[in-house]
């Protein structure tokens, strides 16, 4: 088959993972007998630098012209909060987020076989194994509500974010968790803060409906406070945990450094109709850009994810994530996660070893 | 000196817990030489029970007339969210701050020297040390905002929450959080997420001014999801961490999870001039209420902040703790912090000894 691939390469190491994944894209057509054509999408901070924004008009058309996007990272300290918006990387990750309808977010944070030992937890907590994917609602709540700001008599100026959610946006991302636990382990954890938000006491009515329409779903709620405190505590009790987009963005992250292999963690944010986005969790990393020091594990991944969820080729994506392991299981390690004593490759070698394996 | 303290014994194992800290009250007056005195405020699942409210009318100003508060726990599945919003614990714990004025909530997450072993984290990161003092705003942003709850035409009923912050409010914790670095390490670190929120960039802009007023203490912004990644991967980096209601919610859960002993750790909510409300920060466990089996340590640990942050009675504040250091160096331990091996002692026995150390 043919797919048309959006490289948003981006800022940083961004241009480095980018180029090995396309690589293990090449690998994998060969061998499965797919074309991957590549079309250069900018954004970002590297978007800001050539035309004065990063998020260049028709960025979202030349995306959805594509069957699915892949991004390596952007931003960076150039441009910073001091930039007005339209020039800072992050409100280009938002536009594009939006525009491309991406309300989920999934983040596998699993401990990889050969990397037990990153593991920041106690090793008895880590033997009994993370497995867990983080479904995160990313198109609707606090981050895209309105703002205010005005001067007030006697508190100093005052501003607003609005959090809102409707049982439509709640229940496509429920349906989303529930249908993806039943390829899992069955069973969902809902995070919400119902004892407190007004939003949240409608997630949860709405996910309560879809687990009686998903009897064969294991299902629970948790309060925020307390998920963030299981996920250190025992992290291997989830499976599919399903959230709204601000909960969603900090105990993604907390359970990502869980597993202690931020270099290894890919994403994907997908929705309805239009292409998936995909990209490793980790960030630009300028200190070491282009220096082949990058590891690229992170966005190779990403493209197995892509394979899964935007092109339904789980043999391929099995595959490419079958030789990372392998790869891993060599003992070959980039700088980021090479133990005491291991002499660590480049982002180049590591992207050629995982394609040999393929 | 005289001092009135309300006690709320609340529900659960509450009125177990804080019928040691009285005896650790009373030990402390014998041998400092103070007269502590009591008033019995009824809120909470035992409030509902006996006059239908979680909140009885006069509960603020019975705790007014005191000097300050000491809390066990309110809540239990017995007064769940299908309780009419006045019969429910949470909204007397959310009136009670709001009333009192308890717009800092200081949550100490430290690792006790003989508890070490407790830390989920590896060896080598709980080693480093862990004590940090997490000071959340308490009394604004999307706790207290307006609620709203509609039907749509398209995308069924939708409801909202509102994030406000003025700058007052975030100057207030934020002077705090440098008052209280300078008492420590001298740094604070300020966690928001600017590259998002309207609040958040004012509260960022309010804590830059601050941080001018004391060059004196180092000053580091942190990004949300950061912080509760960083909170598990090198807890020992962060001295005060400053943050408004909602993050400060999820990260002190977080951090004292990261200690590995919730059943040790206490709580300060104090403002301006009101008595301050001073609470174990484990919840009222009916599991195993009344069976002399609670870990009384947080809420006597809580009379010790009582002592330094409402009395200013700093040898008495320390007195306790070293008590309470003493009788855990010498092994003694409840069930909820008993190493396999151990015996584990009760409630009152524990409360005993701590006062025998005193
Ligand atoms: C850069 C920022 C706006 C973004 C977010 O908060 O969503 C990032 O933290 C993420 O999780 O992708
Ligand atoms: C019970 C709940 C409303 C409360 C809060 O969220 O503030 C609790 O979690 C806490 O942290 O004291």
Same mark, same amino acid.
């Given at each position: 088959?043919?797919?048309?691939?959006? *490289?948003?390469?981006?800022?940083?190491?961004?241009?480095?993972?980018?180029?090995?994944?396309?690589?293990?894209?090449?690998?994998?057509?060969?061998?499965?007998?797919?074309?991957?054509?590549?079309?250069?999408?900018?954004?970002?901070?590297?978007?800001?630098?050539?035309?004065?924004?990063?998020?260049?008009?028709?960025?979202?058309?030349?995306?959805? =012209?594509?069957?699915?996007?892949?991004?390596? =990272?952007?931003?960076?300290?150039?441009?910073?909060?001091?930039?007005? =918006?339209?020039?800072?990387?992050?409100?280009?990750?938002?536009?594009?987020?939006?525009?491309?309808?991406? /309300? @989920?977010?999934?983040?596998?944070?699993?401990?990889?076989?050969?990397?037990?030992? +990153?593991?920041?937890?106690?090793?008895?907590?880590?033997?009994?194994?993370?497995?867990?994917?983080?479904?995160?609602?990313?198109?609707?709540?606090?981050?895209?509500?309105?703002?205010?700001?005005?001067?007030?008599?006697?508190?100093?100026?005052?501003?607003?974010?609005?959090?809102?959610?409707?049982?439509?946006? #709640?229940?496509?991302?429920?349906?989303?968790?529930?249908?993806? @636990?039943?390829?899992?382990?069955?069973?969902?954890?809902?995070?919400?803060?119902?004892?407190?938000?007004?939003?949240?006491? *409608?997630?949860?009515?709405?996910?309560?409906?879809?687990?009686?329409?998903?009897?064969?779903?294991? /299902?629970?709620?948790?309060?925020?406070?307390?998920?963030?405190?299981?996920?250190?505590?025992?992290?291997?009790?989830?499976?599919?945990?399903?959230?709204?987009?601000?909960?969603?963005?900090?105990?993604?992250?907390?359970?990502?450094?869980?597993?202690?292999?931020?270099?290894?963690?890919?994403?994907?944010?997908?929705?309805?109709?239009?292409?998936?986005?995909?990209?490793?969790?980790?960030?630009?990393?300028?200190?070491? +850009?282009?220096?082949?020091?990058?590891?690229?594990?992170?966005? #190779?991944?990403?493209?197995?994810?892509?394979?899964? /969820?935007?092109?339904?080729?789980?043999?391929?994506?099995?595959? #490419?994530?079958?030789?990372?392991?392998?790869?891993? =299981?060599?003992?070959?390690?980039?700088?980021?996660? @090479?133990?005491?004593?291991?002499?660590?490759?480049?982002?180049?070698?590591?992207?050629?070893?995982?394609?040999?394996?393929?």
């Amino acid at each position: 088959m043919d797919f048309k691939i959006a *490289l948003i390469r981006g800022d940083g190491i961004g241009p480095e993972v980018v180029g090995e994944a396309v690589k293990v894209l090449d690998a994998v057509g060969e061998r499965f007998g797919h074309t991957f054509t590549y079309t250069d999408v900018l954004l970002g901070g590297c978007a800001t630098d050539a035309v004065g924004k990063s998020y260049p008009d028709g960025t979202a058309e030349k995306c959805k =012209a594509c069957d699915a996007v892949l991004l390596g =990272a952007v931003g960076g300290p150039k441009w910073g909060s001091d930039r007005p =918006a339209e020039e800072r990387p992050e409100t280009a990750l938002l536009a594009i987020r939006r525009d491309l309808g991406l /309300y @989920a977010n999934l983040r596998p944070a699993a401990l990889r076989p050969a990397m037990a030992d +990153a593991c920041p937890l106690k090793k008895e907590t880590a033997e009994q194994g993370i497995d867990l994917l983080m479904v995160r609602e990313l198109t609707g709540g606090i981050y895209f509500g309105q703002r205010e700001k005005y001067q007030t008599e006697d508190r100093g100026m005052e501003c607003a974010d609005r959090m809102a959610y409707s049982e439509m946006e #709640i229940e496509r991302i429920g349906r989303r968790a529930f249908e993806l @636990a039943r390829l899992r382990r069955k069973k969902v954890s809902s995070v919400d803060k119902a004892n407190v938000l007004e939003t949240s006491r *409608l997630w949860r009515s709405v996910m309560h409906r879809l687990a009686e329409e998903y009897p064969d779903v294991a /299902y629970e709620d948790v309060l925020v406070d307390n998920c963030a405190m299981q996920l250190v505590r025992a992290p291997g009790q989830f499976d599919v945990v399903v959230t709204e987009n601000m909960f969603g963005d900090i105990l993604s992250d907390e359970a990502s450094m869980v597993t202690g292999s931020i270099g290894l963690l890919p994403s994907a944010s997908i929705g309805d109709s239009a292409p998936g986005l995909y990209e490793p969790i980790h960030g630009s990393a300028p200190d070491i +850009a282009g220096q082949d020091k990058a590891n690229p594990i992170a966005t #190779i991944l990403s493209v197995a994810m892509m394979m899964r /969820y935007s092109f339904h080729l789980e043999a391929e994506a099995s595959a #490419i994530e079958a030789a990372v392991d392998g790869v891993l =299981a060599d003992g070959w390690r980039t700088a980021d996660i @090479a133990e005491a004593g291991v002499t660590p490759i480049g982002t180049k070698q590591m992207g050629d070893l995982i394609c040999q394996k393929l």
